[in-house]
C-alpha cells in the first residue's frame, strides 16, 4: 500500500496499478511469434521474422494530433489509438516494410484507468489491424500539465523489410501511375482547420447533426484512419510497386513529391469518389481547392505509383482508382489538370 503523500501531489500510483491488469489479455492478442518479452518488464524483446535475407528495420513515430479534442468532446476513447497506430504503421508501410511491433505513450494530468483502458483497446486493434504487436508502452500522471480530463497520445512502430525488397522511389519513371487507395474521411490530420470551422465558424456541438452529411459531428469526425498494412502486404505479392505514399498533414502537395525523383512530376486527372464530408468543409470553411488538397486527403488516404501495366490490376486488388501520371517536371512537382471541388 503506498503512502498518502504521492497522492495528495496529484499522482495515484494505485490507480495504475489497477490499470496494468486491464491492458494484459488486450495485448497479449497482438502478439506475434517473433515477440519474446513484452508488457510488464523495463523493455521489450522482439526477433526478425524467418526468411528475410539482409533486414532493415524501418521505423515511424507519430500522435494524433487535435483530433483528441473532438475525442474528449464526445467522451469517446475507444477509437482514437486506432488513429495513433495508423499514423506510424502507414508511415512504416510506404517503404514497403512490414510492421513488427509498436509502443505508446499516453499522458494525463490524472490517470482514469477505465480511461485509459479504452485507449488501449483502440491500440491493440490497430494492431491487429496492422499485424503487429503491442509490446509495451509508458503510461504518465502528470499532474497541473493538462486540462482535467484530457490527455496526449503518442506512438512508436518498427517494422522490417529485406533490403532487396526497400521501395523508396528511385525507379518512380515518367508514365508510371498513380494509384489511390480511398480513405474513411479526414483520417487523422487538418483537425485545427476542422474545429475551427466546426466550433469558431458554425458554432457547432460535437453532437450535432450535419443536414448535408445525415450524421453528427463525432459520427463523422471521429471515423478512424484506415491501416493499409494487410491491404499491401497482398499487393506486394502480386505486383512491383515502385513507390508508396501515405496521404497525411500536407495533402497531395506535400507527400506525394517525396517519392518522385527531382526531375519529375505528377499530374492529378483522374476520377475517384470525393467524400461529401470534403465538399461540406470546403463550403463551410470557403476553403479554396488547393488548400483543400494542402491540408486534406480529400478522400485518398494511400497511393501506389507504379508501372502503366500493373495499374489496372493494382487498382483491382487495393480497391482504388487510378488518379494521375507521372510526367517530367517543368515548374510544379504536383499537377492538377482539372477541378475537383
Not at 494484459?24 to 528475410?52: D, N, Q
Not at 504518465?140 to 496526449?152: K, L, S, T, V
Not at 491540408?295 to 494511400?302: E, P, Q, R
Not at 495499374?311 to 482508382?321: D, R, S
Request: with cysteine; glycine share 10%; charged share 25%.
Amino acid at each position: 500500500m503506498s503512502g498518502d503523500a504521492y497522492r495528495k501531489a496529484g499522482v495515484d500510483i494505485e490507480e495504475g496499478n489497477r490499470l496494468v491488469p486491464m491492458l494484459k489479455e488486450l495485448v497479449k492478442k497482438t502478439h506475434r511469434p517473433e515477440v519474446l518479452a513484452g508488457i510488464g518488464g523495463f523493455s521489450a524483446m522482439v526477433t526478425i521474422p524467418e526468411g528475410i535475407r539482409t533486414p532493415v528495420l524501418v521505423s515511424g513515430t507519430d500522435g494524433v494530433g487535435t483530433k483528441l479534442k473532438l475525442a474528449f468532446m464526445a467522451k469517446k476513447y475507444d477509437t482514437i489509438g486506432i488513429d495513433l497506430v495508423a499514423m506510424c504503421a502507414n508511415d512504416v508501410l510506404v517503404l514497403g516494410a512490414e510492421p513488427l511491433f509498436f509502443l505508446d505513450y499516453f499522458a494525463t494530468g490524472k490517470l482514469s484507468a477505465d480511461t485509459a483502458a479504452l485507449v488501449v483497446k483502440g491500440i491493440a486493434e490497430g494492431c491487429m489491424q496492422a499485424g503487429c504487436a503491442l509490446v509495451g508502452g509508458e503510461t504518465a500522471e502528470m499532474p497541473d500539465f493538462y486540462p482535467e480530463g484530457e490527455f496526449d497520445l503518442a506512438g512508436f512502430s518498427v517494422g522490417v523489410v529485406d533490403k532487396d525488397k526497400i521501395i523508396d522511389g528511385t525507379k518512380v519513371a515518367e508514365g508510371d501511375v498513380l494509384v489511390g487507395i480511398p480513405s474513411s474521411g479526414v483520417h487523422s490530420n487538418g483537425y485545427s482547420l476542422v474545429r475551427h470551422i466546426l466550433f469558431a465558424q458554425h458554432k457547432l456541438a460535437i453532437d450535432t447533426r450535419i443536414p448535408e452529411l445525415n450524421a453528427t459531428v463525432a459520427d463523422v469526425f471521429l471515423k478512424p484512419t484506415i491501416i493499409y498494412a494487410k491491404l499491401i502486404k497482398e499487393l506486394l505479392k502480386k505486383v512491383p510497386v515502385k513507390g508508396m505514399v501515405h496521404i497525411t498533414g500536407g495533402g497531395f502537395y506535400d507527400n506525394i513529391p517525396r517519392v518522385v525523383p527531382e526531375s519529375l512530376a505528377v499530374e492529378i486527372h483522374g476520377d475517384w469518389p470525393i467524400l461529401p464530408l470534403f465538399h461540406w468543409l470546403k463550403k463551410a470553411g470557403n476553403v479554396s481547392e488547393q488548400e483543400m488538397f494542402t491540408v486534406f486527403n480529400c478522400g485518398i488516404g494511400f497511393v501506389c505509383v507504379v508501372d502503366k501495366a500493373h495499374a489496372a490490376e493494382t487498382a483491382k486488388i487495393t480497391g482504388g482508382h487510378i488518379i494521375g501520371t507521372v510526367v517530367k517536371r517543368e515548374k510544379d512537382a504536383v499537377i492538377f489538370k482539372k477541378k475537383y471541388f
